[in-house]
């Protein structure tokens, strides 16, 4: 199948994108430094051409919860309008489990605004909840970082390795739309502040972690808020066997 994947130099886009070769796929790979951006619309109908499937792993890194809101809306409406005029037959979205439930954060309202246009778009649809990946808590930890000393919200999470999200929109896409997917998650629960420091003594550094409930995340994401529902689709990776390849 000709497959595009929207985020193809990220960290799941580029997975999936391995995953989808590895099965013998073309993959069209679409990011605004390989000349396709879907905020302007250049390059999207061309990259389009041919493609049977888009899998939408695209980011906004944006704490603006209007920017944040303004990306995902634009980004997700040239994207299904270019597929719409190019015949895709399914649009694959990645999400985020639990982000019907908490308010506040800008990055989920976003979220929750791709959702709706995809649910109520031209193409038919699946959409992927998935909790944080394994390498989410050193990235949080580094958004505050500052002189050896990060502010970290003690989040209860389930976290999946970044390939096993790979592989299940691989997976997806390459079948026929489902509408909503079952959340998908990793095999246990953790604490967000544990993960960070047990990344950084992997990778060899030394940080000292300040939990809170005042920096990034709120009270509002205490709680099992962010942890997948009934029948969830568990993966494989365990967060330690994760760890063993960063050391
Ligand atoms: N982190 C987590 O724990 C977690 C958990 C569940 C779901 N998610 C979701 O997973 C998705 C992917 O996250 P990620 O960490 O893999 O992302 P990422 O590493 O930040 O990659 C984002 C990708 O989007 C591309 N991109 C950004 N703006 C674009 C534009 N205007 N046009 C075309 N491409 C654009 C980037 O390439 P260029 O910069 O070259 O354009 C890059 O390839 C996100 O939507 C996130 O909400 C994350």
Not at 1 to 15: D, E, P, Q, W, Y
Not at 173 to 195: E, F, I, N, S, Y
């Amino acid at each position: 199948m000709r497959i595009a994947v929207a985020g193809a130099t990220g960290n799941i886009g580029a997975l999936t994108v391995t995953a989808l070769e590895r099965d013998g796929h073309d993959v069209v790979r679409i990011s605004r430094s390989l000349g396709v951006d879907l905020v302007t619309g250049d390059g999207l109908d061309d990259a389009l051409t041919g493609v049977e499937a888009v899998v939408d792993a695209t980011n906004s890194t944006s704490s603006d919860r209007t920017e944040a809101v303004t990306f995902f809306a634009t980004a997700t409406a040239n994207l299904l309008a270019a597929e719409q005029r190019a015949g895709v037959r399914h649009h694959v979205l990645l999400s985020i489990v639990g982000i019907h439930a908490i308010e506040g954060n800008a990055h989920y309202a976003g979220k929750r605004e791709q959702e709706r246009l995809v649910g109520q778009g031209p193409v038919p649809w699946t959409i992927v909840p998935a909790t944080q990946f394994h390498d989410f808590a050193e990235m949080v930890a580094g958004w505050t970082e500052r002189d050896g000393v990060a502010t970290i919200a003690p989040l209860l999470v389930q976290p999946i390795a970044p390939a096993d999200v790979a592989g299940i929109l691989a997976e997806v896409a390459t079948g026929a739309p489902q509408g909503r997917h079952v959340d998908v998650a990793g095999p246990a629960t953790q604490d967000l502040v544990d993960m960070a420091r047990r990344t950084h003594q992997a990778r060899g550094r030394s940080v000292t972690l300040v939990p809170t409930w005042s920096s990034v995340f709120g009270p509002t994401m205490a709680g099992n808020v962010l942890l997948p529902g009934e029948g969830a689709r568990i993966a494989p990776t365990t967060f330690e066997d994760w760890l063993a390849e960063r050391r």
